[in-house]
């Protein structure tokens, strides 16, 4: 066999066998379990606000869906703010939530979020636990997800374990017990939660 053809062959080969690993690899670093929560911003923005948030809160919900594209809007696509999501679950449903949270695209997180604050009153109640997870479960198909990645995420400890140290976090570092509780810049944020009430805030900060 010619040297050219044998080399291309081989070269060919390599480069199947790498492509198998990494259609491998991305698939299943695609549903690890995530450290970071939901981040939306640049990282290094001055002004940092974490929203101590829980999936069946209906103010969180309102907050999440009526405040913060706003803020979204006027200052997190200017540079000038991070926002980010932090897990405080105030039931088993909210904690099952956030867990799944963990195994959705950080890229898809946001979209995610979106759509369990939306559709929260649809998701969050049933007659049992077993009925709340499978109306999760069919939030969680939209978002690239298999039934049988669902249920592993879903009764997998690290992923207990990420969610329950954030709630853990915010009781011990910010004294948090309600939802939702806002962070900024390492402080608890002690005025209204409309739009009008943090832009006035953030506008001081900057």
Not at 115 to 125: G, L, V
Not at 182 to 197: D, L, V
Request: hydrophobic share 40%; charged share 25%; aromatic share 10%.
């Amino acid at each position: 066999m010619p040297l050219k053809i044998f080399l291309i062959q081989m070269i060919s080969k390599i480069i199947t066998k790498s492509l198998v690993f990494f259609i491998i690899f991305f698939h299943s670093s695609v549903f690890a379990n995530q450290e970071k929560d939901l981040m939306i911003g640049n990282a290094s923005a001055k002004i940092s606000m974490e929203v101590f948030s829980s999936p069946t809160c209906p103010h969180c919900a309102n907050f999440h869906l009526e405040v913060v594209p706003d803020l979204i809007k006027n200052y997190t696509s200017k540079g000038k703010l991070i926002i980010i999501h932090k897990d405080f679950p105030l039931d088993l449903q909210g904690l099952n939530a956030g867990k799944i949270s963990k195994c959705i695209q950080q890229d898809k997180l946001l979209e995610f979020f979106n759509t369990i604050y939306s559709e929260q009153r649809n998701w969050s109640s049933g007659k049992d636990i077993k009925e709340v997870n499978n109306k999760l479960k069919k939030i969680a198909l939209k978002f690239n997800m298999t039934e049988d990645q669902f249920d592993k995420c879903i009764i997998n400890e690290k992923n207990e374990e990420l969610v329950l140290k954030s709630r853990i976090e915010g009781t011990k570092k910010y004294n948090v017990n309600a939802t939702p509780t806002i962070i900024i810049n390492g402080k608890k944020y002690t005025g209204e939660y409309s739009y009008k009430a943090i832009s006035k805030y953030i506008e001081t900060l900057q």
